[in-house]
C-alpha cells in the first residue's frame, strides 16, 4: 500500500497481480456468505450488540436531504443482492426503484423486489438521468477509478437530486487495510476531496452514523470549477499519513502475535467472523476451537469449516479472543467475557 502525494488517499498498489486476484475474488463472491439467511449486516454496538440493518439505519438519518413521502426515482449504484433497494422501499414506498451492479448475479431477483422498475449492469452512462437519490454504499473503495464513477453519479443525478455514500473509514478500523479488494481507503478529508473534484457539494460526512464507517452526502454543485482547481496536500501530510499506516500494520502484526501465545486448558475461541476474525482465523487455522458470533443467523452454522457458536453457550475452559479495536473489544469482555476462562484483548491503540 502507499498514500497518493496528490490527495493523500491511503490506496492498494493496482498492478497487474492485485487485478487478477481481485477478478477471482468477484467471480466466486458472496454477499454475507456467513449468515444462513444472507441477510444484511447490521450495525453492532460493542455494549448493545446488534442493532437494525445498515441501510435502515441510513435511511433513517436523511430525513432532513429526502422526502421519503412524495415520489421520486432511486438508483442503488452496486445494489447486490439488493438488501439497499429493500431498505429504502420500506421507508419510502412511492419510489421507483432502480439497481446498478456491473458483476449482477440476481437479475431475476432483484427485478422482482417491491418498487423495483429496473435493474442494470453494463455502461452506467446508459441510464435515463433524473434521479432524486443515488446510493453508494460499500462500492467506492472497489473501484479502481472512483472519480469517474462519481462523474457518471452525478450525470445521472436531478439538478436537486441527493447522493449518498458510505465506505468504511479505516482510521476507525485498521482491520479495513487487509481487505483484498478494497483499493482505496477513505478518511474524511479524501472523501470529500473526491466527491469535490466530482462536481459535488458535501453536505455532511460522518463517522456517526454507522460506527468504523463513513456516511457522506452530497447534492451536484453548479458553481464547481474543474478538477485542475484542486490543489494537491501539503507533502507534509502525505508523510504523516505514511507514518500512520506503517503503525497501523505493525499494530495487525502484534494482533495475529497475541492469538499465537498459548491459552486456557489449549481451547481457544475467537469472537466474531466478519473481516476481523476471518483475518485471525485464517492466520491461526487448526489452533482454534470454534468462533463465537452474537449474530443469530450465524450462529449453528461453521466458517473456514469451524464450529460458530453463541456467548450463551459457555466455554469456561476457553480462551476467548476478540481481535477487534480496543474500543470494541473492551466492551464485548464486559459483557460476555464472565462466560469463558479467560479473554485476550488487541494491544492498545496508539493514535487514541
Same mark, same amino acid.
Given at each position: 500500500?502507499?498514500?497518493?502525494?496528490?490527495?493523500?488517499?491511503?490506496?492498494?498498489?493496482?498492478?497487474?497481480?492485485?487485478?487478477?486476484?481481485?477478478?477471482?475474488?468477484?467471480?466466486?463472491?458472496?454477499?454475507?456468505?456467513?449468515?444462513?439467511?444472507?441477510?444484511?449486516?447490521?450495525?453492532?454496538?460493542?455494549?448493545?450488540?446488534?442493532?437494525?440493518?445498515?441501510?435502515?439505519?441510513?435511511?433513517?438519518?436523511?430525513?432532513?436531504?429526502?422526502?421519503?413521502?412524495?415520489?421520486?426515482?432511486?438508483?442503488?449504484?452496486?445494489?447486490?443482492?439488493?438488501?439497499?433497494?429493500? /431498505?429504502?422501499?420500506?421507508? =419510502?414506498?412511492?419510489?421507483? $426503484?432502480? !439497481?446498478?451492479?456491473?458483476? #449482477?448475479?440476481?437479475?431475476?431477483? &432483484?427485478?422482482?423486489?417491491?418498487?423495483?422498475?429496473?435493474?442494470?449492469?453494463?455502461?452506467?452512462?446508459?441510464?435515463?438521468?433524473?434521479?432524486?437519490?443515488?446510493?453508494?454504499?460499500?462500492?467506492?473503495?472497489?473501484?479502481?477509478?472512483?472519480?469517474?464513477?462519481?462523474?457518471?453519479?452525478?450525470?445521472?443525478?436531478?439538478?436537486?437530486?441527493?447522493?449518498?455514500?458510505?465506505?468504511?473509514?479505516?482510521?476507525?478500523?485498521?482491520?479495513?487495510?487487509?481487505?483484498?479488494?478494497?483499493?482505496?481507503?477513505?478518511?474524511?478529508?479524501?472523501?470529500?476531496?473526491?466527491?469535490?473534484?466530482?462536481?459535488?457539494?458535501?453536505?455532511?460526512?460522518?463517522?456517526?452514523?454507522?460506527?468504523?464507517?463513513?456516511?457522506?452526502?452530497?447534492?451536484?454543485?453548479?458553481?464547481?470549477?474543474?478538477?485542475?482547481?484542486?490543489?494537491?496536500?501539503? /507533502?507534509?501530510?502525505?508523510? =504523516?499519513?505514511?507514518?500512520? $499506516?506503517? !503503525?497501523?500494520?505493525?499494530? #495487525?502484526?502484534?494482533?495475529?502475535? &497475541?492469538?499465537?501465545?498459548?491459552?486456557?486448558?489449549?481451547?481457544?475461541?475467537?469472537?466474531?467472523?466478519?473481516?476481523?476474525?476471518?483475518?485471525?482465523?485464517?492466520?491461526?487455522?487448526?489452533?482454534?476451537?470454534?468462533?463465537?458470533?452474537?449474530?443469530?443467523?450465524?450462529?449453528?452454522?461453521?466458517?473456514?469449516?469451524?464450529?460458530?457458536?453463541?456467548?450463551?453457550?459457555?466455554?469456561?475452559?476457553?480462551?476467548?479472543?476478540?481481535?477487534?479495536?480496543?474500543?470494541?473489544?473492551?466492551?464485548?469482555?464486559?459483557?460476555?467475557?464472565?462466560?469463558?476462562?479467560?479473554?485476550?484483548?488487541?494491544?492498545?491503540?496508539?493514535?487514541?
Amino acid at each position: 500500500m502507499g498514500v497518493c502525494a496528490e490527495c493523500g488517499t491511503v490506496q492498494k498498489l493496482i498492478d497487474a497481480q492485485w487485478r487478477a486476484e481481485a477478478e477471482l475474488i468477484y467471480a466466486g463472491y458472496e454477499l454475507y456468505h456467513q449468515s444462513k439467511t444472507l441477510s444484511e449486516q447490521k450495525s453492532f454496538n460493542p455494549n448493545l450488540g446488534f442493532g437494525q440493518p445498515r441501510s435502515r439505519i441510513i435511511f433513517e438519518s436523511l430525513s432532513d436531504h429526502i422526502d421519503y413521502s412524495a415520489k421520486g426515482r432511486m438508483l442503488d449504484f452496486g445494489c447486490g443482492v439488493g438488501v439497499t433497494l429493500k /431498505a429504502f422501499h420500506e421507508i =419510502a414506498p412511492s419510489w421507483s $426503484l432502480e !439497481g446498478y451492479d456491473p458483476n #449482477l448475479k440476481s437479475r431475476d431477483v &432483484l427485478a422482482a423486489m417491491e418498487g423495483v422498475v429496473g435493474v442494470h449492469d453494463g455502461d452506467l452512462r446508459e441510464l435515463e438521468p433524473g434521479f432524486d437519490c443515488i446510493t453508494c454504499f460499500h462500492v467506492l473503495e472497489h473501484i479502481v477509478d472512483p472519480l469517474e464513477a462519481l462523474n457518471a453519479a452525478r450525470a445521472l443525478l436531478a439538478e436537486n437530486g441527493v447522493l449518498v455514500i458510505q465506505v468504511p473509514y479505516y482510521e476507525d478500523n485498521a482491520f479495513d487495510l487487509i481487505i483484498a479488494d478494497h483499493c482505496s481507503h477513505f478518511s474524511p478529508r479524501t472523501l470529500r476531496r473526491l466527491v469535490d473534484r466530482a462536481g459535488f457539494e458535501t453536505l455532511e460526512c460522518t463517522s456517526s452514523v454507522v460506527r468504523r464507517e463513513l456516511t457522506l452526502i452530497a447534492r451536484p454543485d453548479s458553481a464547481a470549477g474543474p478538477p485542475s482547481g484542486v490543489p494537491p496536500i501539503p /507533502a507534509s501530510d502525505v508523510l =504523516a499519513e505514511h507514518d500512520r $499506516l506503517t !503503525g497501523m500494520a505493525a499494530w #495487525l502484526s502484534q494482533v495475529l502475535e &497475541l492469538g499465537e501465545r498459548p491459552c486456557q486448558d489449549g481451547v481457544l475461541a475467537i469472537f466474531g467472523t466478519s473481516i476481523a476474525g476471518t483475518f485471525v482465523g485464517h492466520h491461526l487455522g487448526y489452533r482454534i476451537s470454534f468462533f463465537v458470533d452474537e449474530d443469530a443467523s450465524r450462529v449453528g452454522s461453521q466458517h473456514l469449516g469451524i464450529p460458530v457458536l453463541s456467548p450463551e453457550e459457555t466455554r469456561r475452559d476457553a480462551s476467548l479472543f476478540i481481535p477487534l479495536m480496543p474500543d470494541f473489544a473492551a466492551p464485548i469482555s464486559k459483557r460476555i467475557g464472565a462466560s469463558y476462562g479467560r479473554c485476550i484483548l488487541p494491544p492498545p491503540w496508539p493514535w487514541r
